[in-house]
């Protein structure tokens, strides 16, 4: 059988922190050059805005404003671990009730959480399937710390129960408050980081009833050498992500070897692709993907909408790539696929129902 995605919620904070990180950055960086070339990339990252859970401060200011939460001081891990059990199952929930207003997500029989920005037991996935009053005979899957291609991962998940029983309506969710990981950073590398992240949550349906997206084949290939460029250190002030410039450069030569490709697009040449959904990491990355792959310009239009409106919220980005794919009438088939530690590359092909 068959796993489909029938529909995708998605849901972000309402606090806009872009802007005011880089104010906070920018005179954070001691050399002159450094500083204006900060500044330059920052506005060529194609991303305007940047969503948080932290609440303004008394004043309306940022978390790092007087009263906000990053203010004159970097809270520990258990205070920002504290906020996360609270703001990842309300906003994981906010992108169900999205959810819930296409499709009904009554009979749920399984439920399938990604997150990799934050800890807490009993698990987030407890806390919202007790929010939502599903049973406790609800099986429940918790993928954690895979980064960004972690909403493959929980899709891969569902598209294995939903496959193996008939009956199955599996509900996926990815979370992420990555603006609870601020980290007292001078570094032009580690700001040019922080600056790609932000908070968002996705859901969706997955089952073997024939209805929207068709998931047909998943695909994973790490890159060799390449483990150190991307990484999640658990610090005792958070999590502090390394996300190496060479990144971008890396993945593009990947996927020029015609041997990388025939693994991941089986055999398909990119040019008889009609859809893609690429995880919006930032903009180089797309910028490498697009010349790799020599896709048009109009081929990555949902990622960088995606990018520019929100930034990158992990687990949760490839989730509105996807959502936004679903949206255009003339997408019949194509290509899912993230990127993230390892360096790895994982995805599914997908068809329209």
């Known amino acids: 059988m068959t796993a489909h995605i029938h529909a995708i919620g998605t849901a972000v904070p309402t606090h806009d922190i872009h802007a005011a990180f880089i104010a906070w950055a920018t005179p954070r960086i001691a050399d002159d050059r450094e500083r204006k070339l900060f500044a330059r990339m920052a506005g060529r990252s194609g991303i305007t805005h940047r969503w948080s859970v932290l609440p303004k401060s008394a004043g309306g200011g940022s978390p790092v404003d007087a009263g906000g939460f990053y203010h004159d001081r970097l809270p520990p891990t258990s205070e920002r671990m504290a ?36 800890f807490v037991a009993p698990g987030i996935d407890q806390i919202i399937a007790a929010e939502l009053g599903l049973g406790g005979d609800v099986e429940r899957t918790l993928v954690g710390f895979m980064g960004c291609y972690a909403a493959v991962a929980a899709l891969r998940v569902a598209h294995y129960i939903a496959g193996s029983d008939p009956a199955a309506r599996v509900l996926v969710v990815t979370v992420e408050l990555s603006t609870l990981h601020l980290q007292d950073a001078r570094e032009i590398e580690p700001l040019l980081a922080m600056l790609q992240f932000a908070d968002g949550a996705a859901a969706a349906l997955v089952s073997a009833r024939p209805q929207g997206l068709a998931i047909e084949r998943f695909f994973a290939a790490t890159l060799p050498d390449s483990a150190d460029l991307i990484r999640w250190t658990i610090g005792d002030q958070g999590f502090a992500m390394h996300l190496s410039g060479e990144v971008p450069a890396r993945i593009g030569t990947a996927l020029a070897d015609s041997r990388f490709r025939e693994r991941l697009f089986g055999g398909r040449s990119p040019a008889d ?16 993907v697009e010349h790799a792959l020599a896709l048009p310009d109009p081929a990555l239009a949902a990622s960088r909408d995606v990018l520019e409106r929100f930034g990158n919220m992990s687990s949760s980005t490839l989730m509105f790539v ?32």
């Open 322 to 353: 996807l959502d936004a794919l679903m949206a255009q009438p003339d997408m019949e088939d194509g290509i899912a696929i993230a990127f993230g530690p390892g360096l790895a590359a994982e995805g599914f092909a997908l068809r329209r129902i």
């Open 83 to 118: 906020a996360y059990a609270v703001d990842a199952p309300a906003l994981a929930l906010e992108a169900i009730a999205a959810l819930a207003r296409q499709v009904a997500i009554d009979r749920i029989t399984h439920l399938v959480v990604a997150s990799c920005t934050g």
């Open 273 to 288: 692709i009609r859809g893609w959904a690429v995880h919006a990491g930032g903009r180089s990355i797309l910028d490498a």
